[in-house]
Structure formats: C-alpha cells, structure tokens
T-cell receptor, first 112, second 114 residues
C-alpha cells in the first residue's frame, strides 16, 4: 500500500469548515483513498472513501486532486464532537488483500 | 444491527496468566481483523481472517499470541502467557464482501497486565 503524509495536528473553530489534507504521491491507479477517525477511547470509525471522483456523504466530503497525489477531507460544519484523530489511508482494491494500515493521523481539535 | 461486539471491555490480569479476548462480527461480514493500539506503536494489524480462514498473521508479535475463528460469528484472540508489554487496547473489526467497503470496528478491549 502507498504511504500517506498528514499534518500531526490542527485546530478549527466550531461551526466552521475543517479541511484536512493528505498527501499520497505514490498512489497506484487501483488504490482507493479512505478516511477514518478515532474519537478518544473509541474504535476507529469509517468516514468516506473514493477512487478518483469527489465523494460526499452525511459526514464529510472527499476531494481528490486530478493527479490523485493528494486529497482533502472536508467537515463542513465542525462541532466539538468532531474532535478526534483522523486517518487517511490508501489501499489496493481487488484481490484478497483487505488490510488497512494506519499511520499517525491528524489530531483535530475543534474549539468553541 | 448491534455492530461488532467485543468482550470483555476491560481486563486486568497478572503476568503469566492466559487471556482470551472475544469478538462477534456483524452478521454477513466475511472478513475479520484484530488490531492492537498502544501509545508508542499506534494501531497495528495483528491478524485477519477471510471466510473464517486466517489470511495474514504476520502482525502477530510472537508465539504467545494465537487467534481462531471457528465460525462466521465468533473469533478469539488468546495470549498465553501474558506479559506487561501486552497491555494495550485490542480492537476487532469486520467488513462485508466487496473490496471498497469500510471497516466497522468494535469498542475494543482494554487489557492491563500487571
């Protein structure tokens, strides 16, 4: 799996959009970009994933650059409950390899 | 849907004792994963099963660790004998068929070996 680079931490204001960057410059054509988050003392929670098109769901939006070497997770209206560690992961699609490898992630603190 | 169920939530044991952690995946999910999380090493994949068969156990730290999945609805992770350095939070996760699906994690078991 390709490696990802994320800033170790970031703050954002409650009610504002939070934009979380991720670099994955060595991503292969068959690798998906996944985002998970982990709120303190809980198991990681799946947020969203995409291959090349931008994706949106009830939790967030995922913007992938045209060359696929980076992506941004957008939390449109951050709340205090969004304070968590956010993990960007790329994973090969297809075959029998379903492993996810977690890096250090970005610690996001939402401030009132 | 009750999600992925892990038990116990907390376990405190003495060094040298056997510890068994349990996991019930979501019904219909055919892949199951065991992860360990510590402050020093973050989230590490220990082993994963597909259709009850162990596919990759390269993350299992040593022979003291073993995992089984006797059927589609139950898995165990056993440590025998336990050591203080095994203290961590152990997570179980499962996914349904289809390579793009997101994992569902359980709430974890916090293990303390004294």
């Amino acid at each position: 799996d390709a490696k990802t680079t994320q800033p170790p931490s970031m703050d954002c204001a409650e009610g504002r959009a939070a934009n979380l960057p991720c670099n994955h410059s060595t991503i292969s054509g068959n690798e998906y970009v996944y985002w998970y988050r982990q709120i303190h003392s809980q198991g990681p929670q799946y947020i969203i994933h995409g291959l090349k098109n931008n994706e949106t769901n009830e939790m967030a939006s995922l913007i992938i650059t045209e060359d696929r070497k980076s992506s941004t997770l957008i939390l449109p209206h951050a709340t205090l409950r969004d304070t968590a560690v956010y993990y960007c992961i790329v994973r090969v699609a297809g075959g029998n390899d379903y492993k996810l490898s977690f890096g250090a992630g970005t610690t996001v603190t939402v401030r009132a | 849907d009750a999600g992925v169920i892990q038990s116990p939530r907390h376990e405190v044991t003495e060094m040298g004792q056997e510890v068994t952690l349990r996991c019930k995946p979501i019904s219909g999910h055919n892949s199951l994963f065991w992860y360990r999380q510590t402050m020093m090493r973050g989230l590490e994949l220990l082993i994963y099963f597909n259709n009850n068969v162990p596919i990759d156990d390269s993350g299992m730290p040593e022979d003291r660790f073993s995992a089984k999945m006797p059927n589609a609805s139950f898995s165990t992770l056993k440590i025998q004998p336990s050591e203080p350095r095994d203290s961590a939070v152990y997570f179980c996760a499962s996914i349904p068929p289809g390579v793009t699906s997101g994992y569902t994690f359980g709430s974890g078991t916090r293990l303390t070996v004294v």
